[in-house]
């Protein structure tokens, strides 16, 4: 069974950073993709940034600059750097990962930035 377990959510003030975690339940390179998405309140789902299997990166231009996201291999874990954070970033941001034509997606962590 394929699970994503995000982790590293909360409460932080405007300006401040935040890292997300992602944790695969099998190596990260059996997912085409693994990404980062959003969804706020009453918005629709919006990608935040994905990485390949290759290692290419994208990012939301709402995120660039501000983020990053890596991989730890050895952990099977995806992480999202956030920082700068402003008020328009809360939302409950959820990992994805897309392996051999299906979706996977976690449960979800909430990131609340407070001004």
């Known amino acids: 069974q394929v699970q994503l377990v995000e982790s590293g959510g909360g409460l932080v003030l405007a300006g401040g950073s935040l890292r997300l975690s992602c944790a695969t339940s099998g190596s990260i390179f059996s997912f085409n993709y693994i990404g980062w998405y959003r969804q706020a309140p009453g918005k629709q789902r919006e990608l935040v940034a994905r990485?390949?299997?290759?290692?290419?990166?994208a990012y939301a231009d709402s995120m660039k600059g501000r983020s990053t996201i890596s991989r730890d291999i050895a952990k099977n874990t995806v992480y999202l750097q956030m920082n700068s954070l402003e008020t328009e970033d809360t939302a409950v941001y959820l990992c994805?990962?897309?392996?051999?034509?299906?979706?996977?997606w976690g449960r979800g962590t909430q990131v609340t930035v407070s001004s």
């Open positions: 990485v390949s299997i290759g290692g290419t990166t």
């Open positions: 994805n990962g897309l392996r051999n034509g299906y979706e996977y």
